[in-house]
């Protein structure tokens, strides 16, 4: 037997010993913003079609737990609706070293279980800011990219056990039952990435999978039951089955809270897949520059980085023709047939009426897709993208973004945020109660009593 502490020994030991006093203020300040633009998203995705036929099956009257909008189910079922839902508009939060999108899965784990064991809304920031930070240390573990090479999803894989940390602080484990329920996670953890293929729907169920799963592994290790205590660095452990050439020492690195992941984190002003934004923005920058029309442009290049083509660029015929909302989201012809018709990529673009509109359809034809090998150089962790624009005139305009919106480089500002959350929680659940959900978390940290938060859900 290995007399040395396992990763999940030493981490727990880690969290559990954290000072909540010491966290500074712009840390708290920025989990606040992480959480009001997860609600923005879980508000304005709680009543497109795939969460309708999610609550239909999930919902059936018992729990204590809110459900977005307007709806009770239990700790585990209400998780797994408010991911799903969350995730549905693809404008959910990102930090690409953790391996995806981390509030999706922490967050609805995190507040459905506060809501439960009626945590204060104190516990429930320190539960969501540990929680990023513990997603973020497997995907830095893991290597992100080498498990997308595998064909999972890491916002899913790499995200329980971050959901897991979240939940288990709210339930107060201890060193032993903490390290128990992230072994137990591990026999929960799943997502794949097979849906790219054929514009299916299942990655919005892959976080809601992962936040149930979180709640399952949390609660069980309450009451006594056991997990893998070298559940990532084992002979059978994560390391091993999820991804090739990991780089394990990387999860334990910074153990003394001087680096919080919350702040390297992205928030998305386009209504698509990450790595369509550095295209988009290279394209309205060009034609708001200029002052090009759509109707004047010949053809638009968009040289992309290797990890693009695997979610925006190919298989180039379903690119080429999405056959639903699911497929436009991920499809870079149609991002940026957007960017250059209406300078807006925001969900008013991905409605079944636009997925028809012959404009867009017209214009898709107009952009070639490239990868020319140049945009790699800043991988992994930065998305960069050309556009080339050619004009019917001759003239020709190109635009690198290395950094698009949102980014830590480049980021959203505190009303960007707020603008955004009122753009999506405004339509579902009027001005007045928005505006009083967005206040409510700015003083989150006075609240006593999280139930009387999620009231206003």
Known sequence: MNPEPSFSEQLAKYYLSADSTAIPKSVLDQTKQIIIDYLGCA??????????????IFTDGAGNCAVFNGEK???????????????????????NDAGGHPAVVVIPAAMAMAEEVNAGGSDFIYSVLWGYDMMTRVGKGVVPENCFGRGWHPTATNGIFGATLATGLLLKLNEKQ????????????????????????????????????????????????????????GKHGYFTAFTDDPEPVRMLENMDFSDYAVTGVAFKPHACCRLSHSPIDSVIKIMRDEGLKADNIDKVVIDVCQTAVRAVV?????????????GAQFSLPYSVACAAL???VSVTQFTEEKLRDKNIRDFMKKVEMIKTGEMDAWLPDIFAATAEIFTKDGRRFKELTKFSKGE????????????????????????????????????LDKITSIRDFTELL
């Open 43 to 56: 508000i304005g995705g709680a009543d497109a079609e795939t969460t309708r036929m999610i609550k239909k």
């Open 73 to 95: 189910a239990t700790v585990e079922r209400a998780a797994f609706i408010n991911a799903a839902a969350s995730h549905t508009l693809e404008l959910d939060d990102s930090r």
């Open 408 to 443: 830590p480089s480049n980021p959203m500002t505190v009303e960007e945020i707020k603008n955004k959350f009122l753009s999506l929680a405004v339509p579902a659940v009027g001005e007045k109660r928005a505006t009083e959900i967005y206040d409510a978390v700015t003083d």
């Open 178 to 233: 903490l390290a128990n329920a992230w072994g137990i996670a591990y026999g929960f953890a799943s997502g794949n990435l097979e849906c790219y293929a054929d514009n299916t729907l299942t990655k919005r169920l892959n976080p809601a999978n992962a936040a149930r799963g979180a709640t399952d592994a949390a609660r069980l290790a309450l009451v006594g039951y056991s997990g893998p205590r070298w559940c990532f660095e």
């Open 342 to 344: 209406f300078g807006d």
């Open 314 to 326: 190919e298989p180039r015929e379903l690119k080429y023709d999405p056959c639903n909302i699911a």
